[in-house]
């Protein structure tokens, strides 16, 4: 039982260039989460999925696309990367329908994105 | 809207000590989570403790417990007999029920002077 995994750990970009973030749980969690993190602004949240197939916006969605084909795995697009797209990115899972446990999340342990 | 409050950015124990993290929150609601979570040098983001609205007794995990003062909306972390490895940034988050999304603070940098 991995918890939640993220790849990759670290990347460069430059400015222009595409990339995808790849989440996956094996919790048989229904929602997942993609958030950033920035010095002293905690965690906002870009995107949520609340199942297989379905995505919704979060605080901050502007400049990211997800897509959630499988319920195991969100992924997080940047189509023309930014510097101010350089943050760190963290996913995380909520609620089986067998434990319950919807309000708690489990989070990944982080990727570190540098756009230059 | 609702917003999550850290107005401690540092702080700073001696081992074995305790320290007090502070957090205030703004809701309309009645019912709804609040939660902090640890994040050490890792990165990883780990739950310490939670705290379901509706129940009056506060919640306690070995050496952390919280002081859930509702009508206030204020919601302290206590670390009793602190350790070198509770060194990190604690953030306060809450969760409204029925709502998927979590608030968090803007966090809180925990120092431990050995």
């Known amino acids: 039982n991995a918890g939640v995994t993220q790849t990759p750990k670290f990347r460069v970009l430059k400015t222009g260039q595409s990339m995808t973030l790849l989440c996956a749980q094996d919790?048989?969690?229904?929602?997942m989460y993609w958030y950033r993190q920035d010095p002293g602004m905690g965690l906002r949240l870009i995107h949520y999925?609340?199942?297989?197939?379905?995505?919704a916006k979060g605080e901050v969605p502007d400049g990211y696309n997800v897509s959630r084909l499988k319920k195991q795995n969100f992924l997080l697009g940047l189509e023309s990367a930014a510097p101010s797209q350089t943050s760190v990115y963290f996913c995380?899972?909520?609620?089986?329908?067998?434990?319950?446990?919807?309000?708690?999340?489990?989070f990944g342990p982080g990727t570190r994105l540098l756009v230059l | 809207a609702q917003t999550v409050t850290q107005s401690q950015p540092e702080m700073s124990v001696q081992e074995a000590e305790t320290v007090t993290l502070s957090c205030t929150y703004d809701?309309?609601?009645?019912?709804?989570?609040l939660f902090w979570y640890k994040q050490p040098p890792s990165r990883q983001m780990i739950l310490v403790i939670r705290?379901?609205?509706?129940?009056?007794q506060n919640a306690t995990e070995n050496r952390f417990s919280v002081n859930f003062q509702k009508a206030a909306k204020s919601f302290s972390l206590k670390i009793s007999d602190s350790q070198l490895g509770d060194a990190a940034m604690y953030f306060c988050?809450?969760?409204?029920?029925?709502?998927?999304?979590?608030?968090f603070g803007p966090g809180t940098s925990l120092s431990v002077i050995p």
């Open positions: 995380a899972s909520s609620y089986s329908i067998s434990s319950g446990g919807q309000e708690t999340q489990y």
């Open positions: 919790m048989n969690h229904e929602y």
């Open positions: 999925s609340v199942g297989e197939g379905t995505t």
């Open positions: 809701t309309s609601e009645s019912d709804y989570y």
């Open positions: 705290q379901e609205a509706y129940k009056q």
């Open positions: 988050a809450y969760r409204k029920t029925s709502y998927d999304k979590v608030i």
